[in-house]
Nanobody, 119 residues
Framework: VQLVESGGGLVQPGGSLRLSCAAS????????MRWYRQAPGKEREYVAL????????NYADSVKGRFSISRDNAKNTVYLQMNSLKPEDTAVYYC?????????????WGQGTQVTVSS
């Protein structure tokens, strides 16, 4: 069972990145998926959420209008498109999954991917 993030890197302010999170070993299409991030010296914070079939999304106010979450259940992958990036978006980004209705089912975290926004 694993979640593997990729797509992070160094980007200039105003630039874009697309993060991916590939899932394996669990019923991905039954899991609500979220992105979180953690900046140095700060607590992990929620970024975005997408429902099991992608018909609903939610965003933190800090990224609303700039970030877009999507998923491809055929590929067991969730994405985070990040546009108009700011230095304050610099953080390690993590994906997280939890079962849509079974509260006893395990929750999963990826290992994170570093995003650095700097000129």
């Amino acid at each position: 069972v694993q979640l593997v993030e990729s797509g992070g890197g160094l980007v200039q302010p105003g630039g874009s990145l697309r993060l991916s999170c590939a899932a394996s070993g669990f019923p991905f299409s039954s899991y609500v998926m979220r992105w979180y991030r953690q900046a140095p010296g700060k607590e992990r914070e929620y970024v975005a959420l997408i429902t099991t079939i992608g018909d609903g999304t939610n965003y933190a106010d800090s990224v609303k209008g700039r970030f877009s979450i999507s998923r491809d259940n055929a590929k067991n992958t969730v994405y985070l498109q990040m546009n108009s990036l700011k230095p304050e978006d610099t953080a390690v980004y993590y994906c997280n999954g939890f079962h849509s209705y079974n509260t006893n089912a395990p929750r999963y975290w990826g290992q994170g991917t570093q995003v650095t926004v700097s000129s």
